[in-house]
């Protein structure tokens, strides 16, 4: 079956859901009133991505979109734990971008072989014996597991090559890929003949190589979504070095010079920071000129007047190709390496609810009071400091917490359990 490039794509991920707690009591002949012994439900699995060098496209994400990690197992007898939720594993191309698919916050850059773990299984349940008190001796309730974190996000993938080749199309960037690396595209005398990125390494002697790119055609208008340029300057993002290949042999009617300046105006357009990275300019197919070196002199006086390093290759004879990939080996050693880049996303604050969401109900002979806007409220109170627990009772009053538990029956003396801390009522 034949698959197709894909450099973005959007999934849904779903942590598993921790499992839930046991209610149960010891039961063995001979022996009376064993006790609770209700074991904790097992996590969720979490969702994990990790690099796949072995993958060049992001295809696999179209045909699939969700994604759910296994629920953890519920709690059992004898103070058994359930088994917690097998962990997701998701393989994706090196160089991906994982962003928030609501804000495009980078939430990480898949570039390095550690595992990230993308999103978190829920908590397991308590089980009963962990309500057991001298005075409650016997509970019958346990907690459910939590849900597991759940989103989409955005995919998107930058190459990760340390030089880029760009160019016009039929400038002869393919060729000169296939010269210098292992790596085959397919070329052909037509415009667009190369549909999508190719990677290749260069092994300079023994001890260094790097990874060149050939970045598919961009023409006039690249920026604003014109030929395929628009779909594949990302690519170039992450290259260090721009190898900016021109075709000098004017057989399609073609001028260097503005070929030369109106690929740099569309890199200047969609980045000028792209813009401003170093570039060697390669005159390609100067076998084809025969005893006619204007176009070469003219392009190469117009470039060096702007800074640019000079080269003359002919991809097809592989003239010059060799000292053209030695001059990008030196150069590179002189830059920064790849970029990669820091995340940026910042997670939304937990929903806080409203006190009227907040749940009170009795199991045996103790008070559940929970909900996510008492949590956000807990959360700042430090209960061993008596002023911010009178803090917190103030504020439960003043939410209508309080009135709502007597209510619910509640007296004073009762055990009452809030966000986890167990309390006695008293009015």
């Given at each position: 079956m034949s698959t197709f490039f894909a450099d973005t794509a959007t999934i849904k991920v779903t942590a598993g859901r921790g499992g839930n707690g046991a209610v149960s009591f010891h039961r063995e002949k001979y022996i009376a009133a064993g006790g609770p012994d209700g074991g904790d439900g097992g996590k969720g699995g979490d969702i994990i991505v990790i690099a796949d060098n072995?993958?060049?496209?992001?295809?696999?994400?179209?045909?699939?979109?969700?994604?759910?990690?296994?629920?953890?197992?519920?709690?059992?007898?004898?103070?058994?734990?359930?088994p917690g939720g097998q962990d997701?594993?998701?393989?994706?191309?090196?160089?991906?971008?994982?962003?928030?698919?609501?804000?495009?916050?980078?939430?990480?850059?898949?570039?390095?072989?550690?595992?990230?773990?993308?999103?978190?299984?829920?908590?397991g349940g308590a089980?009963?014996?962990?309500?057991?008190?001298?005075?409650?001796?016997?509970?019958?309730?346990?907690?459910?597991?939590?849900?597991?974190?759940?989103?989409?996000?955005?995919?998107?993938?930058?190459?990760?090559?340390?030089a880029g080749i760009i160019g016009f199309p039929n400038a002869g960037k393919s060729t000169f890929l296939s010269v210098v690396t292992k790596a085959r595209p397919k070329t052909a005398d037509y415009p667009f003949t190369t549909l999508t990125p190719n990677l290749g390494v260069v092994y300079e002697g023994d001890d260094y190589s790097f990874v060149l790119a050939d970045i598919p055609g961009i023409i006039e208008g690249a920026a604003g979504g014109a030929g395929l340029g628009h779909d594949f300057l990302r690519h170039t993002d992450r290259c260090r070095l721009l190898i900016h290949i021109t075709d000098v042999s004017g057989i399609e009617g073609r001028d260097p010079v503005g070929d030369f300046e109106i690929i740099n105006a569309e890199l200047k357009e969609y980045?000028?920071?792209?813009?401003?990275?170093?570039?060697?300019?390669?005159?390609?197919?100067?076998?084809?000129?025969?005893?006619?070196?204007?176009?070469?002199?003219?392009l190469k006086k117009h470039v060096s007047d702007k800074g640019y390093d000079f080269y003359e290759i002919s991809a097809a004879t592989h003239h010059g190709c060799?000292?053209?990939?030695?001059?990008?080996?030196?150069?590179?050693?002189?830059?920064?390496?790849?970029?990669?880049?820091?995340?940026?996303?910042?997670?939304?604050?937990?929903?806080?609810?409203?006190?009227?969401?907040?749940?009170?109900?009795?199991?045996?002979?103790?008070?559940?009071?929970?909900?996510?806007?008492?949590?956000r409220l807990a959360g700042s109170v430090n209960f061993s400091d008596n002023e911010s627990r009178m803090y917190f009772e103030r504020m439960l009053r003043k939410a209508g917490i309080t009135e709502r538990m007597e209510q619910a029956g509640i007296d004073d003396g009762d055990s009452v359990s809030i966000c986890g801390t167990e309390f006695i009522y008293k009015k």
């Amino acid at each position: 079956m034949s698959t197709f490039f894909a450099d973005t794509a959007t999934i849904k991920v779903t942590a598993g859901r921790g499992g839930n707690g046991a209610v149960s009591f010891h039961r063995e002949k001979y022996i009376a009133a064993g006790g609770p012994d209700g074991g904790d439900g097992g996590k969720g699995g979490d969702i994990i991505v990790i690099a796949d060098n072995n993958m060049s496209t992001l295809a696999e994400f179209h045909r699939k979109r969700k994604y759910t990690a296994e629920n953890g197992a519920d709690g059992r007898n004898k103070c058994k734990s359930g088994p917690g939720g097998q962990d997701l594993v998701i393989k994706v191309p090196r160089g991906t971008l994982i962003r928030d698919k609501l804000t495009g916050g980078i939430i990480k850059d898949i570039s390095s072989p550690e595992p990230f773990v993308l999103a978190v299984g829920g908590r397991g349940g308590a089980g009963n014996r962990h309500f057991a008190t001298p005075v409650r001796q016997a509970p019958r309730f346990a907690k459910p597991g939590l849900q597991g974190q759940s989103f989409e996000v955005a995919l998107e993938l930058k190459l990760l090559a340390d030089a880029g080749i760009i160019g016009f199309p039929n400038a002869g960037k393919s060729t000169f890929l296939s010269v210098v690396t292992k790596a085959r595209p397919k070329t052909a005398d037509y415009p667009f003949t190369t549909l999508t990125p190719n990677l290749g390494v260069v092994y300079e002697g023994d001890d260094y190589s790097f990874v060149l790119a050939d970045i598919p055609g961009i023409i006039e208008g690249a920026a604003g979504g014109a030929g395929l340029g628009h779909d594949f300057l990302r690519h170039t993002d992450r290259c260090r070095l721009l190898i900016h290949i021109t075709d000098v042999s004017g057989i399609e009617g073609r001028d260097p010079v503005g070929d030369f300046e109106i690929i740099n105006a569309e890199l200047k357009e969609y980045s000028p920071a792209l813009a401003s990275r170093p570039q060697i300019v390669a005159a390609n197919k100067i076998d084809l000129l025969g005893d006619d070196r204007e176009p070469i002199e003219r392009l190469k006086k117009h470039v060096s007047d702007k800074g640019y390093d000079f080269y003359e290759i002919s991809a097809a004879t592989h003239h010059g190709c060799r000292r053209l990939t030695d001059a990008v080996a030196a150069k590179l050693k002189t830059l920064p390496p790849v970029t990669v880049y820091e995340p940026d996303y910042i997670p939304p604050e937990p929903a806080g609810g409203a006190a009227e969401d907040v749940v009170i109900e009795k199991q045996d002979d103790l008070w559940f009071v929970e909900g996510a806007w008492l949590d956000r409220l807990a959360g700042s109170v430090n209960f061993s400091d008596n002023e911010s627990r009178m803090y917190f009772e103030r504020m439960l009053r003043k939410a209508g917490i309080t009135e709502r538990m007597e209510q619910a029956g509640i007296d004073d003396g009762d055990s009452v359990s809030i966000c986890g801390t167990e309390f006695i009522y008293k009015k």
